[in-house]
């Protein structure tokens, strides 16, 4: 039993919280240290509705590309957009490396069209959960790419000022609110005329921002992880305190 340790981190301990306050169940936990995933979504989302999508309940959702970090996560699933023009070997990576669902970006902006719906297509086929639009996108372009598509179109949304009935009404699926400090002015404003629609956003830097923004009416919420550079100074700094500590008790 050298080797295995049980380990209580914040997923689990939320799990046990949350349960034990709806019908009192408890729920045990099993961890290694090698299997613990070590980067933990912050307890607060925890208190979110979630969205059931194909059977899968999802409240949170990790922001990044890196291919470390998604196997190294415990979050409900991954958003999987970047700054670049799509690509199919980038989604397919992440989609067959990832053990939790996956949502791609597709474009929208300077990738549009018939690209976009060819590369949204690919991504339904090898697995994706869902495709990410840019907020630039034309409703034209939602309204060709549901006709073609068996899985959620999610539209991002930067401001209040939106015409969200259009959107809907091309054919989003849920919205992603990405709104930086008006994220939760969003998700309200967006609340105030669709009480019930699907909303992902952004859950800013600190727990409290995170709360706010579950309050307003989101549903899931997106996490992004300190880069891998930083996760592994932390790293370096630990071994290097644990092996000069053992370096001054053996003189």
């Given at each position: 039993?050298?080797?295995?340790?049980?380990?209580?981190?914040?997923?689990?301990?939320?799990?046990?919280?949350?349960?034990?306050?709806?019908?009192?169940?408890?729920?045990?936990?099993?961890?290694?240290?090698?299997?613990?995933?070590?980067?933990?979504?912050?307890?607060?989302?925890?208190?979110?509705?979630?969205?059931?999508?194909?059977?899968?309940r999802i409240k949170s959702l990790i922001y990044t590309t890196d291919?470390?970090?998604?196997?190294?996560?415990?979050?409900?699933?991954?958003?999987?957009?970047?700054?670049?023009?799509p690509q199919i070997a980038i989604n397919q990576a992440i989609i067959?490396?990832?053990?939790?669902?996956?949502?791609?970006?597709?474009?929208?902006?300077?990738?549009?069209?018939?690209?976009?719906?060819?590369?949204?297509?690919?991504?339904?086929?090898?697995?994706?959960?869902?495709?990410?639009?840019?907020?630039?996108?034309?409703?034209?372009?939602?309204?060709?790419?549901?006709?073609?598509?068996?899985?959620?179109?999610?539209?991002?949304i930067v401001s209040e000022k939106e015409d969200f009935e259009s959107?809907?009404?091309?054919?989003?699926?849920?919205?992603?609110?990405?709104?930086?400090?008006?994220?939760?002015?969003?998700?309200?404003?967006?609340?105030?005329?669709?009480?019930?629609?699907?909303?992902?956003?952004?859950?800013?830097?600190?727990?409290?921002?995170?709360?706010?923004?579950?309050?307003?009416?989101?549903?899931?919420?997106?996490?992004?992880?300190?880069?891998?550079?930083?996760?592994?100074?932390?790293?370096?700094?630990?071994?290097?305190?644990?092996?000069?500590?053992?370096?001054?008790?053996?003189?």
């Amino acid at each position: 039993m050298s080797n295995v340790e049980i380990i209580t981190d914040n997923y689990s301990q939320a799990v046990k919280t949350n349960t034990e306050v709806k019908d009192r169940k408890f729920v045990p936990t099993i961890e290694s240290v090698l299997k613990k995933k070590p980067i933990q979504m912050p307890q607060e989302i925890y208190s979110a509705s979630g969205i059931n999508i194909f059977g899968k309940r999802i409240k949170s959702l990790i922001y990044t590309t890196d291919l470390a970090i998604i196997k190294n996560h415990n979050a409900d699933g991954v958003i999987a957009v970047y700054p670049f023009t799509p690509q199919i070997a980038i989604n397919q990576a992440i989609i067959e490396l990832s053990s939790a669902p996956v949502f791609v970006g597709v474009g929208g902006g300077t990738t549009t069209g018939q690209r976009s719906i060819d590369i949204a297509l690919n991504a339904e086929l090898t697995g994706a959960y869902g495709v990410v639009l840019n907020a630039p996108t034309k409703n034209q372009l939602i309204t060709e790419m549901k006709e073609r598509l068996d899985i959620p179109i999610i539209i991002t949304i930067v401001s209040e000022k939106e015409d969200f009935e259009s959107r809907i009404k091309a054919g989003a699926s849920i919205f992603n609110v990405s709104g930086g400090a008006r994220t939760a002015s969003i998700v309200r404003a967006i609340r105030e005329k669709h009480p019930n629609f699907p909303i992902i956003a952004t859950g800013g830097p600190r727990p409290e921002n995170i709360s706010e923004t579950i309050k307003a009416g989101a549903n899931t919420i997106t996490f992004t992880p300190p880069p891998p550079g930083k996760l592994f100074s932390e790293m370096m700094d630990k071994y290097r305190a644990e092996i000069i500590k053992s370096l001054e008790e053996n003189e």
